[in-house]
Every structure is written in structure tokens, then in C-alpha cells.
């Protein structure tokens, strides 16, 4: 299955991957009126230091802890992907509380939200891989 | 103190609907011109320090940003014009020699560009590339004059070391110090993936790039950095560098802070100190003194690698590249007054040497009317800007051509001419570690790739429009040149008829 | 062909069912369900109070599960014992399930203190199941005043999914702090002013002393009008079906971490099981739902023939209140037991870190909760606090502070 994988060697820490997640997932034609003014819920974020810096996403691990320990049955898993049904998530948080890579946070409204490598939105290839300018987020099969 | 301000050059325009504050060219630009307001909300910018490297233009991703150069002027006068004045100005405050980086900008003839490339019609038909096989192979080194035979009359075909290129197109000569390790590995996977050669230039070889040495052409030049047994064995050839077409007469300066960690280590200096390349070689004063370094090398090579002798276009370049031609080396690299640097006194690069044109199709003809062209390839350098300055060259008599310039272009350079100043935003001609992390060798190496094969398929269309199969068949063959706007001098120094003729 | 029964029909069971499954697509599962209702989000009927999800979408599993699973649920049955020697569940309706191995899943119920004058009550609620929760919801209107009794994590969230139904909301229990179970009394605290600001009234450290109808009268004197109780005092794992057999049971019933309890061929998951806490080193009760979840697949992959065991359980809860969350995992050893703790504090937040030789054993978070995972793999990993840079990492959560190659492993692989 291919993944987003991201090799830090090659992270500049512009954090671009998380405004282009950001805008992928925003349904607008148009970043800046996606974007302007608002704090952003991107589904990838950047952690760094003063040496090092790399992006963060759900690994869509083969044997999730997340979606086992949901209490409203709104992750799944699907052909390897890890979804999040926003309905039926109540934002409890607890995929927060088990996922070891701190890979999970809520969207705006305090339900869940996920990457789910751009195969729902208009992107076709996960947005933080298509735009990162030096191929530190690479989406491939390993 | 007097007044020292000095308008900024650029200005910087944020078109503020379209900009998100994302931060991206704050964080991407390391002179700092980018920072955020938080109070307001708002990204802002401190021109003074803009180099219009175009590094936040390219990343942004609102496209909200674009740098123009500044319209505050002095009043207009035609003969001290704003840089001459602004350049007294920065002397005045400093004291110091101007220095500046890439080639020389100024508006001087390109004579490439008033040459113009033949074709053929009706007779002689031109080739269509597509469909016929075009040969773009070229072999660097000392030619027999004539067939030779043994005694039973049998081809003796024992050639003196040759260098084979897939094409007629090598990267010049770049340090490690004054560019980084990943445009150093960059160039190095290309040359090695397009058959051809880089060039170490006078920074040694990473022990890390000796892999590629069957690629890669090694340098000893006048400060005789990173020079040593091992180097000299990695190579495919061993260029001596005399001169270089930005800085002709001088030597070079990498500064202490760029001699850290590896670069030392390869350079073979401690870190921090200067690295002084001598203008001079000490040991050469006359090309006796040059032969015996050439033969040195020859010695410790065991007569397997080219040498190469690398010298700017100067004025009496015939003469000197006769002398060279002489003096054992098996290529001459002539190098134009239009060549880059990563650092170069103002003024020496503005005015000093001559255009590669004129030098090559002057050292070519003398070489030829003393028969001695043969002891000898040409590989000119100096502003190789596309596959027709390529042909033409060849056309003029070079037998390949060396790009710099172009090759960091592709790299991401945007020429903004601030290498010295040693943070590059593109992570080229920089040694800081977060910076040089911009360049990732895997899409620096594919790029340069994708810029040669691209050219190699124009030379072969333009070779295919002429009715010429084969790359070797065009090399001096001036009579596929025409001039354009030319005087008679120029066109009798270039070897070509003027268009019309 | 294999016969797999199940007695329950909660998350454990799920969890069991698709540990089945993985293992054998042939065999027969049986689901013995209390409850008239397929399976459901039993955390979720405070949400629903609230008006955060409805009856559909509390579903835990799509409407085709059991079909698309090849299970039999029966509906309304309850299992009276577990017969070792003729390998059979005995139903109330007398009828008798063979199976090739059993799974008791039948969670806890509440405990209802023997309160005096409690039978005097016209309208007393527990808050456990869906049935519960529609039943106090039809008891309530806009002008109930509403008297819980357990400052737990059930009384709370009961407290929370009323707040805007209701007029008034009196929350009493017999300790000093709420949420005692997983909170300090620090952060109790914390937790207690913010549900208070939030028009929770509470009465701590006190409890009923006696009932009249509508009128509580508490130990301390005081004396509170209501008009719905809610009774969420504690719980009870349901033991007896393993007890009457013989099988070892404590306060749940005893699994090891294979999910075997002392009976052959008889496994148990989910809230009526007591197994390993590997962050205290005891055997606990961990009536949570990711352990029901885990706990329930482990003893399926087990009752088919595979080989499964789940070796890191730990207590751990995400739970929130009014917008402000808390996260707490593991076990919180003082100094008199040889810990120590890390601490960062500011009116809002709240963090506290508790390590014992070189080790996290628990955490406890209150408003800032990013990548609180990181800390709670750490505990259930057991990953030594020297292999990493814990001085950044006590004070942020992340990636950061593992070596470049652990998180090469973790971000560049397969995981």
C-alpha cells in the first residue's frame, strides 16, 4: 500500500506541507480565500528544533490502536487507509490519547479530522507530497 | 560618520489579498528581509536586505509575492549612471574592493548571439534525428596527425588517454567550499548518469564522491588543495587550473568561515583559516615550468589520464594556448571573460579578459596554421548558455564545451550574485548546514539530466538541419556560421563569412 | 465446525468476533445479548443527551455486521450458566449453546448503595445502557432539578449531557474530589471549577443519609430538593457466570493475557474482567473501552487457534467536560512509593508526569492534550526515559526527542 513517508534529511521546516493539507481539504477553488485570516487545521504538522524538522501524518499503521480504541466506532480502516467518520465522531479525543506518533488532531470544530492521503478530495495524490519543494514527504509503496 | 544610506535595490511586493501569512519566505530567506507582525497580523519585510534571489517568490504558494528593482533613482546622467555612483558610495563607507559573484553582467557583445547556424535545403538533406541515428560522441585527447602502420603494415591503434563524453558538454569546475557537498553530489550523479564529466574544481574530492570517479575530473591548482595521491588515482583526468575567465590574473579567496567540518578535512587545511589560492603558480613562470608539471602528473597517473591545462581568455590567448599545446597537456580549457565565480573582485570581473568567441576561434585558427591542433582537444567555458551556443562553439573548433552557470541554473540558482556573501537560499554556494539541506541531490541530479538531454536532443536537431550525422563532422567547420551585424574585423577573427556572404 | 459463543453483545464482544474471524471464516458465532439492541457506543449516551450524536449513529458497527460476520445474535436472552462439562451455555429460556470455547463478555452493572427511603423515589435513574439513557430522557424537562449521586466519570458525563435539558444540576459524592478514580486531588480541582463555572453545583466529601420522595437529606445536615436521581455510584463487573463454575474471580473475573480464565475453553473480555495494568504491576479492573476492544480480539484470535496476547494494558482515559479535556494513563506513584513527578501548571493547564525507575508510569493532562499518545506509548512500550531526550520531551510531546533512527523506524517505515 502506498503511504506518505518523510525522510527529515530532507525537511527545510517551510511547513508549506501543512498549508497545502489545509487548502486540499478545504473544498475552495482558491488558497487564499481558503486560508486568509484563520488559524489553519492541517492533518500533517511540522515539529522541529534548532537542527531538525520533518512532517507528521497518520502512518495508517497495519494494526491501528486508534480505530480499536474509538469509542463512537468512527475510525476504520479500509484497503489499508484509516478513515474518520465525522458524524458519528464526538471528539472524546481518546485516538489523541493512544496514537504513539501524535499523529492525530481535531479539526476546528473539535471532531476528529485525519489524512486520509487525499483520496476523498480533489487532490488525487496526498497535497503535502505534491508540493513539498525539496521531496522530503514522498508517497510511495515500502 | 557621514550619511551611509544607500536606497535598498529592490522591493519587495506583497500582494496582501493573496498573502495567508503563511510564513513560508520568513523562514525561507536567510538574509531575514521577511518577518511577522503578530500585533497587526501581518507578514512584512525589510528590503535592505533583499538579494532578489526570487527564493520566498518560488515558495510561495499564494504567488502574493514578487521583488522588483527599486524605481527610487538618482537624477539620470548617461555617464555616472545610479550603480557607478552607488559603487563610490559603498567604497566611500568601506574602504574596501567591491566584490561580486557569477559571471560579468555588464552589456558587452555576446557574440553568440550574432552568429547564426546554417541549414540545408534540396541539396544535401538534412536528417531527421527521429529517424536516423545521430551521433553525439566526442573523444577528448591528443589525436594521431596521420594513420600510423607496423611493420606488417597493420593499423596501430594505441591512442594517448581520451576522455569519452556522450556529448560534447561537461560541468565546469566548482569547489567544495564554494558550493556545497549537495551540489557537489548533484553533479556528480549527472555526469555520471549522462556519461560525461564534472569537475572538482580546487576543493579536493569528498571521500564520499569517489565513487564517481570514473566521472569526475580533478583539479590542482595554484593553492594545491586536497591534492594528493588517492585524488589524483579517483579521477577520469587532472585538470591544471591556470586561470579563470571571471578573475583572470588573480588567485582565489575562499573565506575561514566556509573552511568548517568537511571542507577542511578535504581541503586539508585547518578549520578557519583562509584558503589563499596564489594568483601564480609559484612554480611556473614559462611553459618549460608548466610541462613539468603537466609530466609530474602524467608520472603520477602512470600516463593513464588526460591533463588538461585550464586558462582564461586572455588577450594574446593564441599564443599562450600554442604554448600549451607544446607543453605535453592533452586538452586546453579555455575559459571566457563571461564565466561565473563564487566570489570575484568587482572590477576584475567587469573588465579584465576577453569573450570566449573570439578566444576560441583565435586559438583554433593558430593551432591549426601551426599544425599542432591535433596534439590538442579545445573545451571552451565562459557562458555556454544553450545547445546553439554549443553548436556554434563546436562549429567555431572546439571539441566540447564546459557549463557552469547553466548546470547551477538547474540547480535552483536564480543568479541573484551574492555566492560571496555565503548564504544562498538555494542551498548552492553555501555551507550551512540548514541551507544546504534545500538542495536534495535526488532532484538536483534529475534536473541537470533533464537540462543536458534536453539539450543533446536540440543538438541533434540543429546537427539534423545541417545534413550532419555526426558531432565530430561539424567540429570547426565554420562554414555552417554566418554573421550578423558584425564588423569585418570581428567576422575575420571569428573564421566566418557575414550573412549574405 | 467450530461453535464460538459469546455472552454479551458490547464492544469486547466486536472485539471477539472479528479476533475470530481473522483466525476462522468458517466457524459458527454465537452472540448471546441481553440487551435488545445490536451493538452500540455505550460511552456515547451521555453524547447523546447532549444532542452530539442520535440512535443511528451511535451504532458501533454498520446495520450488516453480524450478516457480513456470519454471527447469530439472540436478542433478549440472557446466559444462566456455562456448563464445563457437557461444554454448554445454558439460556434462560432453558435451551443450550455447545461450544468449542465461550467468551464471558457480559461487562459490569451498577452498584446501588442500600440508600434509606431509596424506594420512596418516583423517578431514579442508573446511566449505564441505551435503554437507561431513553428512559431519562423522557423523565426529564427544562425545569427538572436533577441530583446525581458519584462524581465519577459517569456522574460527570451524565452531568454534562443534562446540563442544557434541565434547570439544575446537583452533583454529591462521598470523596473529596471529583473523578477520584483518575484524578489527584490537584487536578480535581482544576476540573471541579471548570464544571462549576459551567453551572454544575456540587457537594463533596458528603452523601445521602436518607431519602424522602423528593428530598435528600445528607449526612452533613443539608437538605436538597430534587426531582430526577441519577444513581452513579460505581460498578460492578457481572462475575457470576464464571464463579458459579469454578473459575478464579476477584473483583472481575481473572484473565492472564492470552484472555484464558482459570476454566479450559472459557475466555473473558471487556469491563467484567480483571487483568494485567502493566504500569502498576497489578491485576486491576480496566472497565475501559479500547481494553474491552483489545481484550475481546485477543481472546478471539485465542478461541480460534491462533496465538494472540495482549502484554501492555494499561488504565487510560480521555475525557473531556465542557471544552476542557483531560487525559490521564497509567499509575501515579508518590514518592513514598519510590516516584517521582514532573509538573507544569498554569490556571487552565495542567501537566503532570509520574516516572519510576527511569520509567513513565502514568500522566495526567488537563487542557493541553496534543500528541498525549507519545507520552502513553512510552508507558505501554516501556521505553526506557534514557533512550530518549526526556528533558524535551517532558515538556512537549513529540518526535523530537527519540533518536534520528527510532524515528526514521517510526516515520520512514512500515509501521
Not at chain 2, 546553439?388 to 547551477?408: E, N, P, R, W
Not at chain 3, 479500547?290 to 496465538?307: D, E, I, T
Amino acid at each position: 500500500m502506498k503511504r506518505v513517508y518523510v525522510n527529515e534529511k530532507w525537511c527545510l521546516g517551510c511547513h508549506l506541507c501543512e498549508y497545502n493539507c489545509a487548502f486540499a481539504n478545504s473544498g475552495m477553488q482558491d488558497m487564499a480565500t481558503a486560508l486568509k485570516g484563520k488559524p489553519i487545521y492541517p492533518r500533517i504538522h511540522v515539529e522541529e528544533n534548532d537542527t531538525i524538522s520533518y512532517a507528521v501524518s497518520c502512518r495508517h499503521c497495519t494494526d491501528p490502536i486508534c480505530v480499536k480504541s474509538c469509542i463512537a466506532g468512527a475510525l476504520s480502516q479500509e484497503d489499508g487507509v484509516i478513515r474518520v467518520d465525522p458524524e458519528k465522531c464526538v471528539g472524546c479525543l481518546t485516538c489523541v490519547l493512544v496514537c504513539p506518533y501524535g499523529a492525530l488532531a481535531p479539526s476546528e470544530s473539535g471532531v476528529m479530522q485525519k489524512c486520509e492521503l487525499c483520496l476523498q478530495n480533489s487532490c488525487g495524490e496526498p497535497a503535502c507530497v505534491k508540493g513539498c519543494p525539496n521531496r522530503a514527504i514522498v508517497y510511495e509503496e515500502r | 560618520m557621514g550619511v551611509e544610506f544607500i536606497y535598498p535595490e529592490f522591493e519587495v511586493i506583497r500582494n496582501d489579498n493573496r498573502c495567508i501569512a503563511c510564513r513560508v519566505c520568513e523562514r525561507q530567506c536567510a538574509n531575514e528581509v521577511h518577518f511577522f507582525n503578530a500585533e497587526r497580523g501581518v507578514m512584512m519585510s525589510d528590503e535592505t536586505k533583499c538579494v532578489n534571489c526570487q527564493r520566498c517568490v518560488s515558495l510561495c504558494p499564494t504567488r502574493a509575492l514578487k521583488i522588483v528593482k527599486s524605481d527610487c533613482k538618482l537624477r539620470e546622467n548617461a555617464n555616472w549612471q545610479d550603480d557607478t555612483i552607488k559603487e563610490i558610495y559603498k567604497q566611500a563607507n568601506s574602504g574596501a574592493v567591491l566584490l561580486s559573484s557569477m559571471g560579468n553582467p555588464k552589456p558587452f557583445p555576446v557574440y553568440w548571439d550574432k552568429i547564426l547556424i546554417n541549414a540545408s535545403q534540396v541539396t544535401n538533406p538534412s536528417i531527421d534525428p527521429l529517424r536516423e541515428p545521430m551521433e553525439t560522441r566526442v573523444f577528448l585527447g591528443k589525436k594521431p596527425d596521420k594513420v600510423k602502420r607496423d611493420a606488417n603494415g597493420k593499423l596501430l591503434c594505441e591512442l594517448p588517454p581520451q576522455l569519452e563524453l556522450s556529448l560534447p558538454v561537461m560541468f565546469s569546475a566548482m569547489s567544495y567550499g564554494s558550493i556545497s557537498y549537495n551540489a557537489h553530489e548533484s553533479l556528480a550523479r549527472a555526469a555520471t548518469e549522462l556519461g560525461i564529466y564534472y569537475n572538482t574544481g580546487e576543493g579536493g574530492l569528498h571521500e564520499d564522491f569517489y565513487c564517481y570517479g570514473k566521472n569526475t575530473i580533478v583539479q590542482v591548482a595554484s593553492g594545491r588543495f586536497g591534492v594528493h595521491k588517492e585524488y589524483l588515482e579517483a579521477s577520469a583526468a587532472v585538470e591544471i587550473k591556470m586561470g579563470q575567465g571571471a578573475k583572470p590574473g588573480i588567485g582565489g579567496h575562499l573565506p575561514g568561515a566556509k573552511i568548517v567540518g568537511d571542507v577542511s578535512r578535504t581541503r586539508m587545511i585547518p578549520e578557519g583559516s583562509d584558503a589563499i589560492s596564489p594568483a601564480p603558480h609559484h612554480d611556473i613562470y614559462s611553459i618549460e615550468d608548466l610541462r613539468q608539471l603537466v609530466f609530474s602528473l602524467k608520472e603520477a597517473t602512470e600516463y593513464k589520464k588526460p591533463i588538461i591545462v585550464k586558462v582564461a581568455a586572455v588577450h594574446n590567448i593564441a599564443a599562450i594556448a600554442s604554448g600549451i599545446a607544446r607543453s605535453g597537456a592533452d586538452i586546453i580549457a579555455i575559459d571566457g571573460f563571461r564565466g561565473g565565480t563564487g566570489a570575484a573582485p568587482t572590477r576584475i570581473r567587469d573588465n579584465v579578459g576577453i569573450p570566449i568567441e573570439l578566444a576560441l576561434a583565435a586559438v583554433d585558427q593558430r593551432l591549426r596554421d601551426e599544425g599542432i591542433r591535433n596534439n590538442v582537444s579545445l573545451v571552451v567555458g565562459g557562458s555556454i548558455r544553450s545547445a546553439s551556443d554549443v553548436v556554434k562553439a563546436i562549429a567555431l573548433g572546439a571539441d566540447a564545451c564546459y557549463i557552469a552557470t547553466a548546470a547551477v541554473l538547474a540547480l535552483g540558482c536564480h543568479l541573484c550574485r551574492t555566492c560571496q556573501s555565503g548564504k544562498c537560499n538555494w542551498g548552492i554556494a553555501t555551507q550551512r548546514p540548514d541551507l544546504v539541506k534545500r538542495l536534495n541531490p535526488d532532484i538536483g541530479s534529475e534536473r541537470l539530466v533533464n537540462l543536458v538531454k534536453a539539450w543533446q536532443h536540440e543538438i541533434k536537431e540543429l546537427m539534423g538541419g545541417m545534413g550532419i550525422n555526426s558531432i565530430e563532422a561539424l567540429r570547426g567547420n565554420r562554414l555552417m556560421l554566418r554573421g550578423i551585424g558584425l564588423t569585418e574585423k570581428e567576422l575575420e577573427i571569428l573564421g566566418i563569412l557575414h550573412a549574405g556572404e | 465446525m467450530n461453535q464460538y459463543v459469546i455472552i454479551g453483545n458490547g464492544v469486547a464482544a466486536v472485539g471477539c468476533i472479528e479476533g475470530i474471524r481473522q483466525e476462522d471464516t468458517e466457524g459458527k458465532i454465537i452472540v448471546v445479548s441481553e440487551e435488545k439492541h445490536a451493538v452500540y457506543c455505550r460511552p456515547l449516551i451521555s453524547y447523546y443527551l447532549e444532542g452530539k450524536t442520535d440512535l443511528e449513529r451511535m451504532q458501533y458497527r454498520s446495520e450488516d455486521y453480524y450478516e457480513k460476520m456470519h454471527c447469530d445474535v439472540l436478542y433478549g436472552k440472557k446466559a444462566v450458566k456455562i456448563d464445563d462439562a457437557s461444554k454448554t451455555v445454558i439460556l434462560d429460556d432453558g435451551s443450550a449453546l455447545p461450544y468449542t470455547a465461550v467468551c464471558v463478555a457480559t461487562g459490569s452493572v451498577p452498584f446501588v448503595p442500600p440508600f434509606s427511603g431509596l424506594d420512596t423515589v418516583s423517578k431514579k435513574f442508573s446511566f449505564m445502557t441505551l435503554d437507561d439513557t431513553l428512559a431519562l430522557e423522557t423523565a426529564v424537562t427544562p425545569s427538572s432539578k436533577v441530583l446525581i449521586i458519584g462524581a465519577g466519570l459517569i456522574g460527570l458525563k451524565c452531568a454534562e449531557g443534562l446540563k442544557e435539558r434541565v434547570a439544575e444540576i446537583t452533583v454529591c459524592d462521598l470523596a473529596d474530589r471529583v473523578l477520584s478514580s483518575i484524578l489527584d486531588y490537584d487536578c480535581a480541582s482544576i476540573m471541579q471549577k471548570h464544571l462549576e463555572e459551567n453551572g454544575i453545583k456540587f457537594l463533596l466529601n458528603d452523601s445521602v443519609e436518607t431519602f424522602e420522595s423528593d428530598t435528600a437529606t445528607m449526612k452533613s445536615g443539608k437538605k436538597i430538593d430534587f426531582d430526577v436521581l441519577v444513581l452513579a455510584v460505581g460498578v460492578r463487573a457481572n462475575v457470576s457466570l464464571v464463579r458459579d463454575m469454578g473459575g478464579e474471580v476477584n473483583r472481575g473475573i481473572l484473565v492472564n493475557d492470552h484472555m484464558e480464565t482459570t476454566v479450559p475453553r472459557v475466555y473473558a473480555a471487556g469491563d467484567c474482567t480483571e487483568g494485567d495494568d502493566i504500569s502498576s504491576g497489578q491485576k486491576r479492573v480496566l472497565a475501559i473501552l479500547p481494553n474491552a476492544y483489545m481484550q475481546g480480539h485477543c481472546a478471539g484470535v485465542n478461541m480460534a487457534g491462533g496465538s494472540d496476547a495482549f502484554s501492555n494494558p494499561i488504565p487510560m482515559n480521555s475525557i473531556g467536560f465542557f471544552g476542557l479535556h483531560s487525559m490521564t494513563a497509567g499509575t501515579y506513584f508518590g514518592k513514598e512509593d519510590g516516584g517521582e513527578m514532573y509538573e507544569e501548571k498554569t490556571d487552565r493547564k495542567l501537566k503532570r508526569l509520574f516516572i519510576r525507575n527511569g520509567y513513565l508510569t502514568g500522566f495526567i493532562l488537563i487542557g493541553e492534550t496534543e500528541r498525549a499518545g507519545i507520552y502513553t506509548s512510552l508507558i505501554r512500550q516501556k521505553i526506557p526515559l534514557d533512550s530518549i531526550d526526556f528533558e524535551s520531551l517532558k515538556k512537549t510531546a513529540a518526535l523530537v526527542s527519540f533518536s534520528p533512527e527510532t524515528r526514521g523506524k517510526m516515520l520512514g517505515g512500515v509501521v
